[in-house]
């Protein structure tokens, strides 16, 4: 996940998790960065053992540490805070409203360090703010495909461009399966080893197919016709039939490609006029399925062939 980060700015702006967040001071560093989605609470930091500070992380402040601040000598306190903000510490968030010391917000602004406060309970407010960094903090990337739900089993089907994607994603609809995306596939990386794709917002519900140009698939086939995301569980990459390829016709070795560090099934379908891919995609969804309650076709068959051929032993021949 190193790279990926975000501004204390859009905390502040956040609308979807409830974070409830107003700025009290240090304005001027609401473009400061938040790459980890741990936080911490910095008690003993306060009382002067730093040793264990993390300053990437958003350090909370509730009622213990604030009530502490209060009670100690003013100079000591004022000292504390001003070896707190010597660290490049990305944001304090006070929570359940609590006043902090005006000392507190002085030292904050001065060493460009944004304060911010919510209505919520330490508790709550902790396990809402990692939901949201854990969300934005992912690692994502976009692929050009087609991603389905066929079956319940996510197929991201990959290929070169016309080689027919989109309109083996239009058959499996009108079977009854479900589009995710058509042309652009948005993925993010969820922990700990799971790929969940989604539309861009743009081109969510439409398909392109040549010939026809843009349909959404949403209008045509109703609300049963689409997912807004779905786990990625198998890659299938349609490739153009080759009379001097030799191709997989057992099915004993599984294939395996990477994505975001995440390993996934990659099968390869090769397309030539007069196959039905759909059903073929179908069967491969059927398949997986059966592969995960531990039934493998291919080797199953492997198995029952080797233990009806008679090997003779070498060295055992009779003179």
Known sequence: MSGISLSIQELLDDSEYGLGLNLLAGGQGLGNRVSSSRIQKPGLALAGYTEHLHPDR??????????YLGQIDDRL?????????????????????????????????????????????SSTFISL??????????????????????????????????I??????????????????????????????????????????????????????????GVSSIR??????????????????EYDRLGVDDRRTTILGVDLPHIMIPVRPGRNLGSIIEVAARNFLLKGMGYHSARDFQERLLSRMEVRPLGNEVE
């Not at 958003?58 to 009530?67: C, Y």
């Open 58 to 67: 958003i350090q909370v402040l509730g009622n213990t540490e604030i009530s």
């Open 77 to 121: 306190a004022t000292e504390s805070v001003k070896t707190l903000c010597a660290f490049p510490v990305s944001c304090f968030i006070i929570t359940k409203q609590l006043v902090p010391p005006q000392f507190f917000l002085d030292a904050a602004s001065e060493a460009g360090i944004p304060v911010l406060r919510t209505h919520h309970q």
């Open 164 to 221: 027919g994607k989109s309109e083996c994603a239009l058959d499996l609809v009108i079977r009854g399966h479900r589009l995710v995306a058509d042309d652009m596939v948005f993925i993010k990386k969820k922990m700990p080893s799971a790929l969940v794709g989604q539309a861009e917002e743009s081109i969510q519900h439409l398909m392109e197919i040549r010939g026809l140009g843009i349909i959404n698939i949403k209008d045509l086939y």
């Open 228 to 245: 807004e995301k779905k786990i990625i569980d198998v890659m299938l990459e349609l490739v153009e039939w080759d009379p001097n390829q």
């Open 129 to 162: 703010i990692t939901k949201f960094l854990e969300e934005r903090l992912l690692p994502t990337t976009h692929m050009h495909g087609v991603l389905v739900d066929v079956l319940g089993v996510g197929i991201l089907l990959m290929g070169k461009s016309g």
